[in-house]
């Protein structure tokens, strides 16, 4: 009770913090009328109930406090605004103009009045009885007209295997979190099924095109075919009830979903049916060879481009409906044939030309990272000449990394097409403690204010999501500010409501995170886990690392203090894993340097002993530590994978697909690693067993006097990693071990160790 009291007085003071925010319109938002169509179309009845539900799901029977309102004629710049007041008998009656305006407004007074938090670790929802007072009108608006969220790649390294329930869970969080223009690219694959048959391919031909559920993402950039493949019908079949279960979801929030276009991507089997058409094959993607690379891609100009174009987005939309927004990438992460800006302008007109053939009201969204991945091909002549094939207006580019590589600010904000500003956070889904602050903090402010910007929106482009709540809270918060937070308030008030106390000892834990591992300055720093622990052994590996240890040590120690009372908040246990898991990472780069110093100096009896505690201890606890928490499970990962299948063949075909993108990512390692996860069961049989035989092998080369070869040492461990794929081994799906227990036995092993690495990291 005291406490209650406690954390509700603070919640007083962030009424300032929060009526701060004001109405400022964005004028990029008012100059593009083209864009005003881009709207929900479910009426403001539907939009109140789906947030209601949403309520009762979140809160239970705690929901009936909450009285919401949808008034769509509440804003009259689209820029979208909820109003909070407290009623007499203690209700808090929230209305806004869209079902997300409603969804965010609550949420922001759940943050910050009763100090609540969602999030994909773990809820702490225990309401403060009664309902903490608003003494006014507490207003909550933003200047962004669109949110975004997602990436072509969730679809695959995150959301490939997700059931109705979990992707229910993932809307409700976007509505919370104020997102209104998610991707919404589930079962795009069963109607271009319908859609090669009637251009007269059969089956064996639309099989040999469509790659496995794990690879669909590269399958549909036109990056890689039928690898991991084929998709069998029952696939199809789940894929489209899902995603009419999704769109419909989403409209009722009010939301706006992103649905996909033809980019030029074809079957091989179109050259059988057209010989006559202007196709380009491809060179290999990545490091794959042409048989499952180099895709065919029909030159946008030929007329043939124009009939699949357009025959496929009426069926998309016939099938799921339209809010007018369409994504596709034509030249993503591959070169288009000619850098002749005539061509590049002719190739966007006529991907434009085969969408509003279909829809005359049709929008482009397009991701710009083909102007950062290939930034020598896309000068200035290149860029503006590919983006102004498209009229002003009628075309959204994505800044898909613009907290570290943005493009607007040297295309002239995309040369007068208007732009969303995106965190992309998260490669391959990656595990580890990661976050650029300072720059999500400042980045779309600037972005705002540049000169003549055409700036509208912010979104979230992750490659993979499920780590790193609190950034994705912050962006997400970040819309709805008229200027930057304080970081260090921020984190503090973040650590109040993650774990529903106000003990400093956190508040000081979560403020250590944000000025090391949240706090990324590096520039072009590109947040791959490189991680020595998560990548081939070699006697060259990147040790780098972009912050002070010695916080996240300092973080990890007052986080052990605090577990003894802490243990039943999942989001509590869930931090204590993660930073212990980020904290064995970094012993693992101390270790490897201290394997091959002593390799080096043809030091056996060193190189035994780190070896030693790398091999038979310290990835041993990680993998029991990891094991002990259910969102650390490769078991759960396999299990949903299965759980897609509808016999013992899917299953087999979808359990290599899992496998395979967690660690080999092709056929033969093409991007090995890419999509490294930390998790129970991947730790024990894949990472620890390939550390295993490098040790082994190294210490067989001071006994014979023998050089390290790597290229036979990478033969040798292909077999170890090949071997974990086809293992045929069924990992818990359920946590295992007491992580109280497993973590205090790791600190008193290692905290002492960790302070004696510094000197050596820093
Ligand atoms: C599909 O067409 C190709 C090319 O004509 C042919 O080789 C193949 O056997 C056909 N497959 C089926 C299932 O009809
Ligand atoms: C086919 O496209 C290429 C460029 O991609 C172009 O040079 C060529 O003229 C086109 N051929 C025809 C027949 O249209
Ligand atoms: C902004 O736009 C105005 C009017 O088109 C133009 O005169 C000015 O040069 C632009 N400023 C910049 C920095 O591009
Ligand atoms: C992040 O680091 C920069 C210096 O590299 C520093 O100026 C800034 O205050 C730090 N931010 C936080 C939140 O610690
Ligand atoms: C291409 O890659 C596949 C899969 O790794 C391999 O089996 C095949 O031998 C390679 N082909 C060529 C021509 O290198």
Same mark, same amino acid.
């Given at each position: 009770?005291?406490?209650?009291?406690?954390?509700?007085?603070?919640?007083?003071?962030?009424?300032?913090?929060?009526?701060?925010?004001?109405?400022?319109?964005?004028?990029?938002?008012?100059?593009?009328?083209?864009?005003?169509?881009?709207?929900?179309?479910?009426? &403001?009845?539907?939009?109140?109930?789906?947030?209601?539900?949403?309520?009762?799901?979140?809160?239970?029977?705690?929901?009936?406090?909450?009285?919401?309102?949808?008034?769509?004629? /509440?804003?009259?710049?689209?820029?979208?605004?909820?109003?909070?007041?407290?009623?007499?008998?203690?209700?808090?009656?929230?209305?806004?103009?869209?079902?997300?305006?409603?969804? @965010?407004?609550?949420?922001?007074?759940?943050?910050?009045?009763?100090?609540?938090?969602?999030?994909?670790?773990?809820?702490?929802?225990?309401?403060?009885?009664?309902?903490?007072?608003?003494?006014?009108?507490?207003?909550?608006?933003?200047?962004?007209?669109?949110?975004?969220?997602?990436?072509?790649?969730?679809?695959?390294?995150?959301?490939?295997?997700?059931?109705?329930?979990?992707?229910?869970?993932?809307? &409700?969080?976007?509505?919370?979190?104020?997102?209104?223009?998610?991707?919404?690219?589930?079962?795009?694959?069963?109607?271009?099924?319908?859609?090669?048959?009637?251009?007269?391919?059969?089956?064996?031909?639309?099989?040999?095109?469509?790659?496995?559920?794990?690879?669909?993402?590269?399958?549909?950039?036109?990056? /890689?075919?039928?690898?991991?493949?084929?998709?069998?019908?029952?696939?199809?079949?789940?894929?489209?009830?899902?995603?009419?279960?999704?769109?419909?979801?989403?409209?009722?929030?009010?939301?706006?979903?992103?649905?996909?276009?033809?980019?030029?991507?074809?079957?091989?089997?179109?050259?059988?049916?057209?010989?006559?058409?202007?196709?380009?094959?491809?060179?290999?993607?990545?490091?794959?060879?042409?048989?499952?690379?180099?895709?065919?891609?029909?030159?946008?100009? &030929?007329?043939?481009?124009?009939?699949?174009?357009?025959?496929?987005?009426?069926?998309?939309?016939?099938?799921?409906?339209?809010?007018?927004?369409?994504?596709?990438?034509?030249?993503?992460?591959?070169?288009?044939?000619?850098?002749?800006?005539?061509?590049?302008?002719?190739?966007?007109?006529?991907?434009?030309?085969?969408?509003?053939?279909?829809?005359?009201?049709?929008?482009?969204?397009?991701?710009?990272?083909?102007?950062?991945?290939?930034?020598?091909?896309?000068?200035?002549?290149?860029?503006?000449?590919?983006?102004?094939?498209?009229?002003?207006?009628?075309?959204?580019?994505?800044?898909?990394?613009?907290?570290?590589?943005?493009?607007?600010?040297?295309?002239?904000?995309?040369?007068?097409?208007?732009?969303?500003?995106?965190?992309?956070?998260?490669?391959?889904?990656?595990?580890?403690?990661?976050?650029?602050?300072? @720059?999500?903090? @400042?980045?779309?402010?600037?972005? /705002?204010?540049?000169?003549?910007?055409?700036?509208?929106?912010?979104?979230?482009?992750?490659?993979?999501?499920?780590?790193?709540?609190?950034?994705?809270?912050?962006?997400?918060?970040?819309?709805? *500010?008229?200027?930057?937070?304080?970081?260090?308030?921020?984190?503090?008030?973040?650590?109040?409501?993650?774990?529903?106390?106000?003990?400093?000892?956190?508040?000081?834990?979560?403020?250590?995170?944000?000025?090391?591992?949240?706090?990324?300055?590096?520039?072009?720093?590109?947040?791959?886990?490189?991680?020595? /622990?998560?990548?081939?052994?070699?006697?060259?590996?990147?040790?780098?690392?972009?912050?002070?240890?010695?916080?996240?040590?300092?973080?990890?120690?007052?986080?052990?203090?605090?577990?003894?009372?802490?243990?039943?908040?999942?989001?509590?246990?869930?931090?204590?894993?993660?930073?212990?898991?980020?904290?064995?990472?970094?012993?693992?780069?101390?270790?490897?340097?201290?394997?091959? &110093?002593?390799?080096?100096?043809?030091?056996?009896?060193?190189?035994?002993?780190?070896?030693?505690?790398?091999?038979?201890?310290?990835?041993?606890?990680?993998?029991?530590?990891?094991?002990?928490?259910?969102?650390?499970?490769?078991?759960?990962?396999?299990?949903?994978?299965?759980?897609?299948?509808?016999?013992?063949?899917?299953?087999?075909?979808?359990?290599?697909?899992?496998?395979?993108?967690?660690?080999?990512?092709?056929?033969?390692?093409?991007?090995?690693?890419?999509?490294?996860?930390?998790?129970?069961?991947?730790?024990?049989?894949?990472?620890?067993?390939?550390?295993?035989?490098?040790?082994?092998?190294?210490?067989?080369?001071?006994?014979?006097?023998?050089?390290?070869?790597?290229?036979?040492?990478?033969?040798?461990?292909?077999?170890?990693?090949?071997?974990?794929?086809?293992?045929?081994?069924?990992?818990?799906?359920?946590?295992?071990?007491?992580?109280?227990?497993?973590?205090?036995?790791?600190?008193?092993?290692?905290?002492?160790?960790?302070?004696?690495?510094?000197? *050596?990291?820093?």
């Amino acid at each position: 009770m005291e406490q209650a009291s406690k954390m509700s007085r603070r919640c007083e003071r962030c009424v300032l913090f929060i009526a701060a925010l004001s109405l400022c319109a964005a004028a990029a938002a008012r100059r593009f009328p083209t864009l005003e169509h881009l709207k929900s179309r479910a009426d &403001d009845k539907t939009q109140g109930a789906a947030v209601a539900e949403l309520l009762r799901r979140l809160l239970g029977t705690r929901s009936a406090e909450f009285v919401v309102v949808v008034d769509g004629s /509440l804003s009259d710049d689209s820029l979208d605004v909820c109003e909070l007041r407290s009623t007499k008998n203690n209700k808090i009656v929230a209305t806004g103009n869209t079902g997300v305006s409603v969804a @965010s407004g609550i949420y922001n007074y759940l943050k910050y009045f009763c100090n609540c938090h969602v999030s994909w670790s773990g809820d702490q929802v225990a309401l403060p009885r009664p309902l903490p007072r608003l003494s006014g009108v507490l207003r909550i608006n933003t200047q962004h007209r669109f949110r975004y969220y997602q990436n072509v790649c969730t679809a695959s390294y995150s959301s490939v295997w997700w059931d109705w329930p979990r992707w229910e869970r993932e809307i &409700d969080w976007m509505a919370l979190n104020g997102i209104n223009l998610p991707l919404a690219f589930t079962g795009q694959e069963a109607l271009w099924q319908e859609v090669y048959r009637a251009l007269g391919l059969n089956q064996s031909e639309i099989e040999e095109f469509f790659a496995g559920p794990a690879f669909l993402a590269w399958n549909r950039m036109g990056n /890689l075919f039928e690898f991991g493949g084929p998709l069998p019908q029952s696939w199809h079949v789940n894929q489209l009830t899902l995603q009419f279960k999704i769109l419909e979801r989403m409209r009722s929030f009010g939301m706006i979903p992103v649905l996909p276009a033809f980019s030029g991507n074809i079957p091989r089997g179109i050259l059988r049916l057209h010989p006559e058409a202007n196709v380009t094959r491809l060179g290999p993607w990545a490091h794959f060879n042409c048989s499952y690379s180099c895709s065919y891609i029909l030159d946008p100009r &030929d007329p043939l481009f124009l009939r699949i174009g357009s025959l496929y987005l009426s069926q998309v939309i016939k099938q799921f409906g339209t809010n007018h927004i369409y994504n596709t990438d034509t030249f993503n992460e591959m070169l288009p044939p000619s850098s002749d800006p005539a061509y590049l302008s002719a190739v966007s007109r006529s991907v434009f030309a085969s969408m509003t053939a279909a829809d005359p009201q049709a929008i482009w969204l397009m991701q710009g990272w083909l102007f950062f991945s290939a930034a020598s091909f896309w000068k200035p002549a290149q860029i503006q000449a590919l983006l102004h094939g498209v009229p002003l207006g009628r075309m959204i580019v994505l800044d898909l990394f613009a907290e570290t590589e943005p493009v607007f600010s040297y295309t002239e904000s995309f040369y007068g097409q208007p732009f969303i500003w995106c965190m992309l956070q998260n490669f391959g889904g990656n595990s580890g403690l990661f976050g650029t602050v300072e @720059s999500i903090n @400042s980045g779309p402010f600037e972005a /705002l204010h540049f000169p003549n910007s055409t700036m509208v929106g912010v979104g979230m482009s992750p490659e993979g999501i499920e780590q790193n709540p609190a950034m994705y809270e912050l962006m997400s918060e970040l819309a709805w *500010r008229k200027e930057p937070v304080n970081l260090v308030k921020w984190a503090s008030l973040y650590a109040v409501r993650r774990y529903g106390t106000t003990r400093d000892s956190l508040i000081t834990a979560w403020r250590l995170l944000f000025s090391s591992v949240y706090n990324c300055t590096v520039p072009h720093y590109r947040n791959h886990n490189h991680s020595p /622990l998560v990548r081939r052994p070699s006697l060259h590996m990147n040790t780098d690392l972009w912050y002070n240890p010695a916080n996240l040590f300092k973080a990890w120690k007052l986080l052990i203090e605090a577990s003894p009372s802490l243990m039943s908040e999942e989001t509590f246990r869930y931090d204590l894993v993660d930073v212990t898991r980020e904290v064995l990472q970094v012993l693992t780069t101390s270790f490897y340097l201290d394997i091959t &110093d002593a390799f080096h100096k043809q030091k056996l009896p060193e190189l035994l002993i780190s070896a030693g505690v790398l091999i038979y201890d310290l990835l041993p606890e990680l993998n029991r530590l990891l094991c002990s928490d259910r969102n650390f499970l490769l078991g759960k990962w396999l299990e949903r994978a299965k759980s897609s299948a509808i016999d013992e063949e899917e299953a087999k075909l979808y359990d290599m697909n899992a496998r395979n993108q967690l660690t080999l990512w092709g056929p033969s390692g093409e991007i090995q690693d890419y999509a490294s996860k930390e998790w129970g069961g991947l730790m024990e049989d894949y990472y620890a067993q390939r550390w295993g035989l490098f040790v082994q092998t190294l210490v067989g080369c001071l006994h014979s006097g023998q050089p390290f070869k790597q290229d036979a040492f990478d033969q040798a461990v292909f077999q170890v990693e090949k071997g974990f794929i086809y293992n045929g081994r069924k990992y818990p799906t359920e946590p295992q071990g007491d992580t109280y227990e497993i973590t205090r036995r790791i600190f008193l092993k290692y905290y002492p160790q960790a302070l004696n690495t510094l000197k *050596r990291l820093s």
